[in-house]
């Protein structure tokens, strides 16, 4: 498809289990995006890739949560040991590249993960 | 740290009428604004990206200015309709120490718009 794709749509889990989201980005994009929309707030920003450069990892809020992307290609976001607070929708972008100021960021619909 | 704040949280509109959202972010080092919308469910279509030299962008019945002096942007709305009901987020990008950019976004909370007919 021609936009950013993401999977699964809707996730439902128990406490304690293990996740993991997928992400396609737009084909040609080198720099892919993670954010987390919860309830009530804004979006908060998680991790991005950035073509060969090491992944700024700032936003993820603690080490249960890790993320790999192959080549430029598709992303998984995993989250380890699930917790009731990490029940949000996750959104991906992508854009032609981090350090162009002229690209913008497209999103995916995202997942939303629900933890019981 | 910077922050962006949107105001009004949440807005009711007849039809046809024209309407200004507001966005504020307190760190004036930004690469570029940009302007989404989220409809229920779905993710964020980018409206428009205003880059830090540039003072507004326009796209249809769209139109977004930026003062970055003040820390401040608009996006006004022509003529709206029932189609524009949708969540308008803005985002800012900072400008790191290198003079580049970092990649994330900083977003508002968001402005509910209802167009009803």
């Known amino acids: 498809g021609a936009g950013v794709s993401q999977s699964p749509s809707n996730k439902v889990t128990e406490k304690g289990k293990d996740v993991e989201l997928r992400c396609d980005p737009i084909s040609g994009h080198t720099a892919l995006y993670w954010y987390r929309q919860r309830l009530g707030q804004g979006l908060e920003f998680l991790i991005y890739?950035?073509?060969?450069?090491?992944?700024?990892k700032s936003g993820l809020p603690s080490d249960r949560f890790s993320a790999e992307r192959t080549g430029e290609s598709v992303s998984t976001l995993t989250i380890q040991r699930t917790q009731q607070e990490d029940s949000a929708v996750y959104l991906c972008?992508?854009?032609?590249?981090?350090?162009?100021?002229?690209?913008?960021?497209?999103f995916g619909d995202g997942t939303r993960l629900s933890i019981l | 740290k910077q922050e962006v704040t949107q105001i009004p949280a949440a807005l009711s509109v007849p039809e046809g009428e024209n309407l200004v959202l507001n966005c504020s972010f307190t760190?004036?080092?930004?690469?570029?604004l940009q302007w989404f919308r989220q409809d229920p469910g779905k993710g964020l279509t980018s409206l428009l990206l205003?880059?830090?030299?540039?003072r507004e962008q326009t796209s249809g019945r769209l139109n977004a200015s930026l003062d970055k002096s003040s820390g401040r942007s608009t996006l006004y709305i022509a003529a709206s309709q029932p189609g524009d009901s949708a969540t308008y987020l803005c985002a800012v990008r900072l400008v790191n120490a290198g003079g580049t950019s970092y990649g994330k976004l900083t977003f508002g909370q968001g402005t509910i718009l209802t167009v009803h007919p």
């Open positions: 972008a992508s854009s032609l590249g981090a350090r162009s100021r002229n690209q913008p960021q497209h």
């Open positions: 760190d004036s080092a930004i690469y570029n």
């Open positions: 890739f950035q073509g060969n450069s090491a992944p700024d």
């Open positions: 205003i880059q830090s030299s540039q």
